[in-house]
């Protein structure tokens, strides 16, 4: 499986971004998908999970009631919808098949990775 993510950029504090994460392959589609991001000198942490059907979700406390994490299985592609975007959301974003179909909050488990794709928010 592949994964392509997409939509990061520069944004002014308050603004909204989405990201995109396109699956080479419908395997993506019987298992959890994630979100993580990393910033500069920090450990890669964990953003937002759904499961495969697209019935369950979980997220970080620090972007809850803002981020929204959705998929369509019929596009093998996941979304990121960030709203109310804060410098300290700033990071590379990282997209991820999970092992399993339920909702999953650590990295061990996801085995399939995507490039990255940079948030930047200015103050």
């Known amino acids: 499986v592949q994964l392509q993510a997409s939509g990061g950029g520069l944004v002014q504090a308050g603004g909204s971004l989405r990201l995109s994460c396109a699956a080479s392959a419908r395997t993506s589609s019987n298992n959890a998908m994630g979100w993580f991001r990393q910033a500069p000198g920090k450990e890669r942490e964990f953003v937002a999970s759904i499961n495969w059907r697209g019935s369950s979700t979980s997220y970080v406390d620090s972007v809850k009631d803002r981020f929204t994490i959705s998929r369509d299985n019929a596009k093998n592609t996941m979304y990121l919808q960030m709203n109310s975007l804060k410098p300290e959301d700033t990071a590379v974003y990282y997209c991820?098949?999970?092992?399993?179909?339920?909702?999953?909050?650590?990295?061990?488990?996801?085995?399939?990775w995507g490039q990255g794709t940079q948030v930047t928010v200015s103050s």
């Open positions: 991820a098949v999970a092992r399993g179909s339920s909702v999953t909050t650590t990295h061990i488990g996801y085995h399939y």
